[in-house]
C-alpha cells in the first residue's frame, strides 16, 4: 500500500499529540517534513520526533 505524504506545519504547543498519532500511522502515513521559520521550535521537536524539516512553506510545495 502506497503511505499518504503528509506535512506538519507549526510546531508550537499543540504538535506533540499529532506528531504521536502520526507515528502510531507509520504504516499508512509519512511525513515529508514538519514545519517552523523558528530555529528553537525545530530544535525542540526533533528531540522528541523523528520527521525531516524545514523553516520555509515553499520547501513543502517544491517552490523553494
Known amino acids: ?19 504521536r498519532s502520526v507515528l502510531d500511522l507509520a504504516d499508512r502515513v509519512e511525513v515529508a517534513y514538519a514545519c517552523s521559520p523558528s530555529v528553537e521550535r525545530r530544535a525542540e521537536f526533533a528531540e522528541k520526533f523523528p520527521f525531516p524539516q524545514c523553516d520555509k512553506l515553499e520547501t513543502i510545495m517544491g517552490t523553494r
Open 1 to 19: 500500500m502506497k503511505k499518504t505524504r503528509i506535512a506538519i506545519v507549526g510546531l508550537g504547543m499543540a504538535v506533540a499529540p499529532h506528531a
